[in-house]
């Protein structure tokens, strides 16, 4: 079954069965590596992306439910140069071990896009959709703010 979408505003097509999820069509088919697999259970974020610029667990998503729709992965969240939200993690430091930071950062832009002066409890409440296994929490934080200061 083909399906039509479009991935960081580049049209593509993919012939798989359409109960495949999105996160290996991403990974395996078009080799956007940036979104990674983490539980599998939409628990820990770590495969997020955007969705017509809404956070979505890649692992969940059937491919057939973004026929005709726009994604957005960490490759293209800012192009050309590094997303305000990119430097601000860089700044302060943020991965340890850096596998959970793709997801992270596509949720905080999820909330910026929406809310551009969160304050340090909204920040708090909407990355709790996302786990760091290291525990960076307070730089992600950090960088969250220091991304919406620095803009």
Same mark, same amino acid.
């Given at each position: 079954?083909?399906?039509? /979408?479009?991935? *960081?505003?580049?049209?593509? =097509?993919?012939?798989?069965? @359409?109960?495949t999820?999105?996160?290996?069509?991403?990974?395996?088919?078009?080799?956007?590596?940036?979104t990674?697999? @983490?539980?599998?259970?939409?628990?820990?974020? #770590?495969?997020?992306?955007?969705?017509? !610029?809404?956070? +979505? /667990?890649?692992?969940?998503?059937?491919? %057939? #439910?973004?026929?005709?729709?726009?994604?957005? +992965?960490?490759?293209?969240?800012?192009?050309?140069?590094?997303?305000?939200?990119?430097?601000?993690?860089?700044?302060?430091?943020?991965?340890?071990? @850096?596998?959970?930071?793709? @997801?992270?950062i596509? *949720?905080?832009?999820?909330?910026?896009?929406? *809310?551009?002066?969160? +304050? =340090?409890? %909204?920040?708090?409440?909407?990355?709790? #959709? *996302?786990?760091? =296994?290291? !525990?960076?929490?307070?730089?992600?934080?950090?960088?969250? %703010?220091? #991304?919406?200061? %620095?803009?």
């Amino acid at each position: 079954m083909a399906v039509d /979408f479009r991935v *960081n505003g580049r049209p593509v =097509r993919v012939d798989v069965p @359409g109960s495949t999820r999105l996160l290996w069509v991403l990974r395996e088919h078009l080799k956007l590596t940036g979104t990674k697999y @983490g539980c599998g259970a939409a628990q820990c974020g #770590a495969c997020m992306v955007h969705i017509d !610029g809404e956070p +979505t /667990f890649s692992c969940q998503t059937p491919v %057939e #439910a973004v026929r005709g729709r726009s994604v957005t +992965t960490i490759e293209g969240l800012s192009q050309p140069g590094l997303h305000p939200l990119q430097r601000a993690w860089l700044a302060e430091h943020v991965p340890q071990c @850096g596998y959970c930071q793709s @997801g992270q950062i596509m *949720n905080a832009a999820a909330l910026l896009a929406k *809310n551009p002066r969160p +304050t =340090r409890t %909204e920040i708090i409440e909407h990355m709790s #959709a *996302n786990i760091c =296994r290291c !525990g960076t929490y307070q730089r992600i934080v950090r960088a969250i %703010e220091r #991304a919406v200061r %620095e803009g």
